[in-house]
């Protein structure tokens, strides 16, 4: 999909595409990283908030770990877009490809490995992606996100600040994609039972 303002104003308010455009007005975008059709970058507000969109889907699938919760998408995605039309940023694709191209395959597997040693959710992915069907249970996968539940609001009942349960959607549809039905629904019915427990208990 071709980043344009009339594609950005369709995924936002019109109030919100005007703080997205001064936030790149004022320089707010630190760090900006495409790798072929994802984007990455860290945008300074209240704080500084990690943004990722998919340049190649519609409405560009948005995320950004800021508690905006109003309609569309928020100032800080709007900016990072916005950036992307004005002055787009070099793809990181063909040095990424050059890289793996001149890695050592042996340094490449100990490089792996270590960091599928020391990443838990990295791990996870990555046995999804191969077709290496989920060795947790539903109970297991249920006490990581209740944990996630912990530690964004871990003085309230209720849930005040976003939640992402990003990593969790995406190994489920890893496992989908690899035809592991049984782990793809093992994940969401952890995800399911755990929602339903937090706002059960809210009330």
């Not at 990690?50 to 905006?68: G, K, N, Q, S």
């Not at 040095?95 to 001149?102: F, K, M, N, V």
């Not at 049984?182 to 994940?187: I, N």
Request: hydrophobic share 35%.
């Amino acid at each position: 999909m071709d980043v344009t303002e009339d594609s950005v104003r369709d995924i936002c308010t019109d109030a919100v595409f005007e703080r997205g455009e001064r936030y790149l007005a004022d320089g707010r975008i630190y760090e900006i990283h495409p790798v072929d059709s994802t984007v990455t970058a860290v945008v300074s507000g209240t704080r500084q908030y990690d943004v990722r969109v998919d340049l190649a889907t519609d409405e560009f699938a948005p995320w950004c770990d800021c508690p905006y919760d109003g309609p569309g998408t928020c100032k800080h995605v709007v900016a990072v877009l916005l950036r992307c039309v004005d002055d787009p940023p070099p793809d990181e694709d063909d040095r990424l490809d050059t890289a793996l191209d001149g890695a050592d395959a042996d340094e490449l597997r100990a490089f792996l490995h270590e960091e599928l040693a020391t990443d838990v959710n990295l791990r996870h992915r990555f046995l999804a992606r191969v077709g290496e069907p989920t060795r947790q249970s539903v109970d297991e996968l249920r006490t990581s996100i209740d944990r996630r539940f912990e530690e964004t609001n871990p003085e309230y009942p209720v849930v005040f600040e976003p939640i992402d349960f990003t990593q969790w959607f995406d190994l489920a549809n890893e496992y989908r994609e690899q035809g592991c039905y049984a782990s793809a629904a093992t994940v969401c019915r952890a995800l399911v039972e755990s929602l339903d427990a937090a706002l059960t208990s809210s009330f």
